[in-house]
């Protein structure tokens, strides 16, 4: 029914006509209004998804500072050191496969078809026997010895190279397994996030003991015990191999180790995980002994140790001076506020060895030796760095961990708490030093898959879609031939998103994402409660939406853009104003133990360091039961409490042992725990 | 009269605060510019509802003199101050977009065939794009009776104040 070619009259057509139009540009005007809302809704969450998840990554640098973990980690090392050792240790012969095992079969030497089944057997949601992990692993490590640190790889037999990153996430193989026609290299980060990160490293090992010459795998900053830790990964080999998962974790930290840091294609384009520094050499890094940096969360020991081996103060483990108090020139960080180096971190900045004694003190360490040999500070055997092992270890930190930037220069990346911004002169820098004409890297989330920047001489690839939630982004993968031309192939795993509108796949991510950030809200409420109420002169509980949005800023500080994000946290304001005890019982959740003025502080504490507490219960359970023991449940929150300052009663954690059902005989079950504390929405919208 | 002055003032930085904000989320490199070609998304994120020709005029006003594909925070704030201060390009009421809605279903049915609003915003007024009539099809036909029950979908539709 287009405009109405009556010809009754003229001035009724007309205006019949003029009215029509008048409509269409209502609606459009309309729905115009209404998409770039939801194009802001749809940015505001990716900056919250962002925010949270980069804030969770310094926070796991941070609480590496704690030295206990120090010493566990070179305990490690030293083990590693012992390479003729290790094959008697592991001694797989020994685990035998039990009766009614279904899972898939390998036997040594791999053929292509082994690993193809192993793909399938993991599609059909098999799993594979712990005696075959350890085996494979093994081999893994055998083969990756014997590469270098950096891998060549030639387009020169016409054939199409694909480069993947982050896959995290299952891949779906639409572009087809390895093979001889079929080179792949794979960028780092195969774990943590996803459920089934140990079935994808089995797979890609597979496939790189079939195809050595054609698979080339590059480290991510993932492949590292530290971080697995945090983000999952620890927890999800515990889980489905339980005995067999402590040796199977050892096994794999060596394997990450020995992961090779780069690799370059025809001479020409360099792949690497993270991003580059100034400094960054690939002769030297060609050089170094890769595998003598486990994590590239620890730093080797400077050489001015004191006799106790305690660190300078100021210093922390990634190599940034957190006592250098000139601010992160605001252009670098999202918000207009600058955010000084110096507050991000209070905790970080007391020195570690005070902080220790203290801990030491409350805690009443005991005479069991377990627990002492986490938290004892003499240390017979100091291993002492050298100036050069700092230098490759910033090497391969900035491989692994750095951001490229649109601002010139290279700073450090606060954001990770390891690594470097890089801008547009280093990258011109670097490539021509090297002579390369493009850097490949992976190792943020991208929405469409992949990204260019700098002049288009940096390519972001990101292979896990979906990676925040269902619908949040799509995975890409590119692919070059001899004329080294990126082709992209980008993809959204989900059979429903496609039938989703973009409406239904905003609000999907975005709820995801509130949901989040309430829960980040809530695990601050006491320090938003004394801010608010700082700048409520009048006492009627009250404040303006522009107080109640530099007040969450400053608190918060995330740089998020909270006017923006107001009508979403915040359900009920009154001309203008928010009545903020108001709104802190809407954020609430639904609370399995009851609130009392003594649990209040220890409740926060749980929820804001929820990871944290995670992560050092998990290093405390030295022998990876999933068990700890009420005292060393008691003796981690005291540990906790008094690095972070907060006063926590001994009541207050007896009631809350007493609160949850531990059926265990006196040991606490870390993930009932862990669970117990999950944060449930009392609103689901 | 200083109360009132206080209250104007108070006013007018959360207006700048606003449009800061507002700003900033598309700032992608931190330098205070934006890509021209995303000013109406921000423009009608802060509330405003104007026309696509609205719009050219606004960027008139905004633009240097050569354009270089950027606008800076620097002129956009003042122009954008002066038209949240104005209340220009308020948002359509609900009744009068169902009364735009009437008006191209002339045969007052209730409803409309997905060919007779493709029609109408592809040829009349501001066309969409393809990707727009796509995007709006998408959510607006019911897809059991494959028609586009305009009263219900103005009301899903609904965008909340900011």
């Not at chain 1, 515990?238 to 930290?253: A, D, S």
């Not at chain 1, 993968?477 to 429903?496: A, C, E, N, W």
């Not at chain 2, 633009?63 to 359509?92: A, C, H, Q, S």
């Amino acid at each position: 029914m287009g405009c109405g070619s009556s010809t009754t009259t003229v001035d009724y057509s007309l205006k019949k006509s003029e009215r029509a139009m008048k409509a269409a540009i209502l609606i459009q005007r309309w729905y115009r209004r209404y998409t770039a809302h939801l194009e802001v809704r749809r940015r505001c969450t990716w900056t919250i998804f962002q925010s949270i998840e980069y804030s969770g990554e310094q926070d796991q640098i941070k609480v590496r500072t704690l030295q206990k973990m120090e010493l566990k980690g070179m305990m490690f090392e030293k083990e590693i050191n012992e390479e003729m050792e290790l094959e008697k240790y592991y001694d797989f012969e020994n685990i035998h496969l039990s009766e009614g095992y279904k899972g898939p079969h390998l036997c040594f030497p791999l053929t292509a078809s082994h690993a193809a089944a192993l793909v399938e057997a993991f599609r059909h949601k098999q799993h594979l026997h712990a005696r075959y992990v350890l085996q494979l692993l093994l081999e893994t490590w055998k083969l990756l010895k014997l590469m270098p640190n950096i891998n060549r790889v030639s387009t020169c037999y016409n054939k199409e190279i694909t480069v993947c990153g982050d896959l995290k996430i299952c891949p779906s193989w639409h572009n087809g397994l390895p093979s001889v026609e079929k080179p792949y290299i794979f960028n780092g980060d195969y774990v943590d996030r996803g459920k089934d990160s140990i079935e994808i490293l089995m797979i890609l090992f597979a496939f790189l003991l079939v195809y050595p010459n054609q698979v080339h795998l590059n480290r991510g900053n993932h492949e590292d015990y530290i971080v697995n830790l945090r983000y999952g990964f620890t927890k999800e080999v515990m889980q489905k191999y339980k005995v067999h998962g402590k040796k199977i974790l050892r096994l794999l930290q060596i394997v990450f180790s020995w992961l090779p840091l780069a690799t370059i294609i025809d001479q020409k384009i360099l792949i690497i995980h993270g991003g580059i520094s100034r400094s960054t050499d690939l002769d030297v890094i060609a050089t170094i002994d890769r595998h003598k940096y486990v994590s590239a969360v620890k730093q080797p020991k400077r050489r001015k140790t004191t006799r106790q081996g305690q660190r300078q103060p100021g210093e922390c483990c990634c190599g940034i001076n957190r006592n250098d108090s000139s601010p992160v020139p605001s252009t670098y960080r999202s918000g207009s506020d600058s955010r000084p180096l110096n507050s991000i971190s209070k905790g970080v900045r007391l020195s570690v060895d005070k902080e220790l004694e203290r801990c030491r003190k409350q805690v009443g360490l005991s005479d069991d030796t377990r627990v002492s040999l986490l938290l004892s500070e003499s240390d017979t055997e100091q291993y002492e760095a050298s100036e050069l092992e700092n230098a490759e270890w910033k090497q391969v930190v900035d491989i692994l961990w750095s951001d490229p930037v649109n601002q010139e220069g290279c700073i450090p990346n606060v954001v990770r708490g390891g690594g470097c911004y890089f801008g547009p002169d280093v990258t011109k820098e670097v490539l021509e030093k090297h002579n390369f004409q493009l850097l490949i890297r992976s190792h943020e989330c991208k929405q469409d898959g992949y990204e260019f920047c700098h002049n288009r001489k940096v390519l972001t690839i990101f292979s896990a879609s979906n990676y925040y939630e269902e619908g949040s982004n799509r995975g890409a993968y590119v692919r070059m031939g001899p004329d080294l031309i990126p082709h992209f192939v980008q993809y959204q795993s989900s059979k429903t998103t496609r039938k989703l509108t973009m409406r239904q796949r905003v609000s999907r991510v975005e709820r995801s994402a509130i949901r989040d950030l309430r829960e980040q809200l809530f695990a601050h409420r006491c320090d938003l409660l004394r801010a608010f109420e700082q700048c409520d002169k009048t006492k009627k509980g009250k404040i303006s939406l522009n107080d109640w949005a530099n007040t969450v800023e400053s608190v918060m500080q995330l740089g998020l853009p909270w006017r923006i994000l107001r009508s979403q946290l915040v359900p009920n304001t009154t001309d203008g104003h928010i009545d903020y005890q108001a709104w802190f019982e809407h954020l609430a959740i639904e609370q399995p133990i009851k609130e009392t003025p003594q649990s209040s502080s220890l409740l926060e504490t749980l929820y804001r360091n929820r990871s944290n507490l995670e992560t050092i219960f998990r290093l405390i359970d030295s022998d990876s039961s999933g068990l700890i023991s009420f005292e060393e449940f008691r003796q981690t929150w005291k540990l906790l409490s008094s690095h972070l300052n907060t006063e926590i009663s001994d009541q207050a954690i007896s009631d809350l042992a007493r609160s949850i059902d531990f059926n265990k005989d006196g040991n606490i079950d870390i993930n009932e725990f862990m669970e117990a504390f999950r944060l449930v929405d009392r609103n689901p919208s | 009269m200083a109360e009132e002055r206080e209250i104007a003032e108070a006013m007018i930085s959360e207006i700048h605060k606003k449009i800061t904000d507002a700003f900033d989320v598309f700032d992608h490199e931190y330098n205070k510019t934006v890509d021209v070609r995303e000013i109406g998304t921000i423009i009608r994120s802060l509330g405003c509802c104007p026309s696509e020709g609205e719009l050219h005029d606004i960027l008139a006003e905004i633009e240097d003199e050569e354009p270089t594909g950027y606008i800076n925070f620097d002129r956009f704030l003042p122009t954008m101050t002066k038209v949240l201060m104005e209340r220009r390009y308020r948002p359509i009421p609900e009744d009068v977009l169902l009364q735009a809605f009437e008006v191209l279903d002339q045969e007052k049915k209730g409803y409309l065939m997905p060919e007779q609003l493709t029609k109408f915003m592809s040829e009349e007024g501001e066309p969409f794009t393809q990707e727009e009539m796509e995007e709006m099809l998408s959510a607006a036909v019911d897809p059991d009776k494959n028609v586009i029950l305009y009263k219900d979908y103005v009301t899903m539709m609904a965008v909340e104040a900011p």
